[in-house]
Nanobody
Framework: QVQLVESGGGLVQAGGSLRLSCAAS????????MGWFRQAPGKEREFVAS????????IYADSVRGRFTISRDNAKNTVYLQMNSLKPEDTAVYYC?????????????????WGQGTQVTVSS
């Protein structure tokens, strides 16, 4: 069984920063691309960022490019999302997800393993 557990969410003021972590177990983590999605109340889950199996290739949603950075430490079976210059519209539950592929990808349907999510709230 694949398990993904997010942590690091919380409440911050606009302009602040948070770093989310996703700890993986249950499969060979280092072989596969990983991603982050988010879902705000009343909204559909949307793509945020993805990293290739070794973290060397990344893609980002337009809404977060330049502010968020995805990275990973395969020795620790962990993927990170560094979030800077946070805005109230970034408020959402953030989900870590895994694919069967090697390269980064931004489509919901290509992710097969999901964490439970961590709440990020940005106040104005």
């Amino acid at each position: 069984q694949v398990q993904l557990v997010e942590s690091g969410g919380g409440l911050v003021q606009a302009g602040g920063s948070l770093r989310l972590s996703c700890a993986a177990s249950g499969r060979t983590f280092s072989r596969y691309a990983m991603g982050w999605f988010r879902q705000a109340p009343g909204k559909e889950r949307e793509f945020v960022a993805s990293a290739s199996w070794n973290g060397s290739s990344t893609i980002y949603a337009d809404s977060v490019r330049g502010r968020f950075t995805i990275s990973r430490d395969n020795a620790k079976n962990t993927v990170y999302l560094q979030m800077n210059s946070l805005k109230p519209e970034d408020t959402a539950v953030y989900y870590c997800a895994g694919t069967y592929g090697l390269g980064p990808r931004g489509e919901f349907s290509e992710y097969h393993y999901w964490g439970q999510g961590t709440q990020v709230t940005v106040s104005s």
